[in-house]
């Protein structure tokens, strides 16, 4: 009897005016995925007696054949598949059953059709509605980066072939939803995170947590990518509700860093305002960017960086990334210093810089090695992946887990230089994978002094990346938070699937592209917008202050102190009257003879020479090694 009643229960709502019994009885409410789910209800009689071929062993029959029916409903008679389905969407009992169309007449043989028809609108209004939510979703997942507001002057070009992003509240009804669906409640699919520990919200609730996690200073380019664990993961990196939270401690470090990278490139511009540097005033955020990388790289288990870039920003990098002495930096500027190495050494934008400090995020020693590229460009590319494949190798690192590489690019450069490409489908061959390499572009929307619609055909510099499958996280570099949230992800995306990731820095260049050009000459709506910009040291400060998590106070100590770094390194900088190459190498030489050895070395062996004396010569060979 309980099998009875439990699909009487099921296949008939009760009726509400008819409750003769009282005792606890079953009701199956659901069938999904295999598993049932039983509430009590209180009346069976009502409906027994409304379909009263249920009573007796029949019932054995008709749960047998609901079950048949829900596999397949071609698997039961028409008849008994418009009932089920009357009964499924509601039907009162006594009028699921409609009797057979008969032969005689047409006009009585719709009135199950009119029946099913009048049943049906619910369930499959229901089914379309959640569709169209799910595919509501992973439009944003798709295509929320082209709405989303990277571009800090706000006059981004990007050319999507002007297809209308249809996401949003004003889209709705391009799914076949209504204003009226808002405040619905639907079930959330397993492709998305924006529910945290709820599997459905009201679509009003879904679309705001989707446009948190699509729109906003972050736009995430990934669902080209092929492999379903690494889409489920970078969903749940950026969907999860309350992700994007760091501590108060985190904010000040950032602020920290954004201070050190500020004031370093305006000393450089009061102490040598005509002196070529390749400033990185627009792109500051690049600096803690980079120092997050390392830091979330270090708690991994990376013991050493190889890093390459172009000239923007370099000097920069060094002071703060690398920790170069100041004094050996500013003593660059004299042009009176003298190389005491052999050679003339290069331009101090073009210089690399090996050091081992400790890292004081993981507590761990980590060695940083900065290439040089006198090539300015992105000819250092495979240099610094063939760099980090020899440390892997003779290091036994075959996964790449103590050794990675960090290579930084300009936007134009990026999308132009046909060594990007190169470098990139080198990054998965078997003999030459380095296990991953993070890529940070800054992103300045110019190159040169060419606009990026002249310049590409592609709607981001970064699309080269796609190649590989190789998620892109574009992020507005005014917002130093996002940046932070950014680095701290593709760090983790480098060590959990070892492959190559890249972030867009989408920013300005304050300058021009030497501190002794004019852009105002080449693009001067640009920088007419450029020129009302506001700092973004300036604008953190204020939201920080705003927060209370520092005082103007604080702030002020923090850049005096730095401002008294930089003057007393400045000071000690004239001292410098000679030029060693060998501070500038990339890569320490330990074995290789002093300066004042060599020098007596290649003295002696061009004597002999000389000489014709080959007992002299052997004995200085014999000496070198």
Known sequence: MHRLRTTVARLGPLAAAQTAQTAPQSRLLALEGGARTFQPVRSLSASVAAEPFLNGTSSNYVEEMYYAWLEDRRNVHKSWD???????AGAPPGAAYQSPPPLSGPSDGMTGVRMLVGAQPNVEKLVKDHLAVQSLIRAYQVRGHHIAKLDPLGISC???????????????????????????VFRLPASTFIGGNASALPLREIIRRLEMAYCQHIGVEFMFINDVEQCQWIRQKFETPGIMQFSL???RTLLGRMIRSTRFEEFLQRKWSSEKRFGLEGCESLIPALKTIIDRSSQCGVESVILGMPHRGKLNVLANVIRKDLDQIFCQFDSKLEAADEGSGDVKYHLGMYHRRMNRVSDRYITLSLMANPSHLEAVDPVVQGKTKAE????????GKRVMSILLHGDAAFAGQGIVYETFHLSDL?????????????????????????????????????????????????????VMFVCNVAAEWRNTFHKDVVVDLVSYRRNGHNEMDEPMFTQPLMYKQIKKQKGVLQTFVEKLVAEGVVTTQHYEEEVARYDKICEDAFAHSK?????????????????????????????????????????????CLRSVA
């Open 82 to 88: 418009i009932f089920f389905r009357n009964a499924n």
């Open 158 to 184: 990007v050319d999507f072939d002007d297809a209308p992003c249809t996401v949003g509240f004003q889209n709705v009804g391009l799914y076949g939803l209504t204003e009226g669906d808002l405040d619905k």
């Open 249 to 251: 401690e985190e904010k």
């Open 392 to 399: 892997q190798f003779y290091s036994g690192d075959t996964e």
């Open 430 to 482: 078997p003999s030459y994978t380095t296990h991953g390499t993070i890529h940070v572009v800054v992103n300045n929307q110019i190159g040169f002094t060419t606009d990026p619609r002249m310049a590409r055909s592609s709607p981001y510099p970064t699309d080269v990346a796609r190649v590989v499958n190789a998620p892109i996280f574009h992020v507005n570099a005014d917002d130093p938070e996002a």
């Open 575 to 619: 001292d410098e009257k000679i030029l060693h190459i060998k501070h500038w190498l990339d890569s320490p030489w330990p074995e290789t003879k002093s300066d004042s050895t060599a020098v007596g070395i290649t003295s002696s062996f061009r004597h002999a020479v000389v000489s014709g004396s080959s007992s002299a010569q052997t004995e």
